[in-house]
């Protein structure tokens, strides 16, 4: 095999391979323990150890082909691993993020987290996890299909973290007037006993004048 021709076979991995990367570290940095993921981790070292032997092989043209497309294969794998714990750890981070506030505050503040964005992330979250029936033959091409969803995950988180002032603005807003509203309900729950223990000692009163 020619080294150009080589070259450009080894070069079209590089764009799958920082896809995976990315997919990697945004995983890791999404997990509260910032776990270090051996799976994915594991298929790039195989991978790169096809990419090694495609080097030592690259006088025959049919040799070298089957090791590039084992190391395409391997690092389509780590994608689909990564992708697997990304959709989790995104899908975690998100809940995670609104778990503080009301039903209430976010239908004022984030009506479409009921109506579309929490049914795309089942979605979403589902089609990742079969993504390996659907890719046995070809996982690098699977990966490369739903990194696109996994964009739309990234896509999500940031619009939470958006909604997230005016969701502490409001929940403060409506704690206050909860507050408030607990406040009157005192005051009226002490003035009806005041009115109450007035009335009985009027009527206690009154009748003791008229037996007297």
Same mark, same amino acid.
């Given at each position: 095999?020619? @080294?150009?021709?080589?070259?450009? =076979?080894? =070069? ?7 896809? +995976?990367?990315? *997919?990697?570290?945004?995983?890791? &940095?999404?997990?509260?323990?910032? %776990?270090?993921?051996?799976? $994915? #981790?594991?298929?790039?070292?195989? *991978?790169?150890?096809?990419?090694? =032997?495609? +080097?030592?092989? +690259? /006088? ?11 190391? !395409? ?8 691993? *990564? ?5 989790? %750890?995104?899908?975690?981070? +998100?809940?995670? !993020?609104?778990?503080?506030?009301? &039903?209430? *505050? ?12 929490? $049914?795309?992330? &089942?979605?979403?979250? &589902? %089609?990742?996890?079969?993504?390996? @029936?659907?890719?046995k033959t070809d996982s690098a091409k699977s990966f490369d299909e739903y990194f696109t969803e996994i964009k739309e995950?990234?896509?999500? %988180?940031?619009?939470?973290? !958006? #909604? ?12 206050? /007037?909860? @507050?408030? @509203? ?18 009985a000692a009027l009527i206690a009163l009154l009748t003791w004048l008229l037996v007297k």
């Amino acid at each position: 095999m020619k @080294q150009e021709e080589y070259y450009s =076979k080894l =070069k079209s991995l590089h764009s799958l391979y920082e896809n +995976v990367k990315y *997919a990697i570290i945004l995983a890791e &940095t999404l997990d509260d323990d910032r %776990n270090m993921y051996i799976a $994915p #981790m594991n298929e790039l070292r195989s *991978a790169l150890d096809h990419i090694f =032997k495609s +080097v030592v092989a +690259v /006088d025959d043209g049919e040799k070298c082909d089957y090791q590039l497309k084992e190391a !395409k294969e391997h690092m389509g794998r780590a994608g689909c691993d *990564a992708l697997e714990l990304l959709a989790g %750890n995104l899908g975690s981070s +998100v809940i995670r !993020k609104l778990y503080p506030y009301s &039903t209430k *505050a976010l239908l004022e503040v984030f009506p479409e987290y009921y109506s579309e964005v929490r $049914p795309k992330l &089942t979605a979403i979250q &589902t %089609n990742i996890a079969g993504h390996r @029936q659907h890719g046995k033959t070809d996982s690098a091409k699977s990966f490369d299909e739903y990194f696109t969803e996994i964009k739309e995950l990234i896509e999500i %988180n940031a619009v939470v973290d !958006k #909604m997230i002032p005016a969701l502490q603005e409001i929940s403060d807003r409506m704690e206050k /007037d909860d @507050q408030e @509203q607990n406040r009157k309900k005192k005051k009226e729950l002490l003035f009806g006993s005041f009115i109450g223990f007035i009335s009985a000692a009027l009527i206690a009163l009154l009748t003791w004048l008229l037996v007297k």
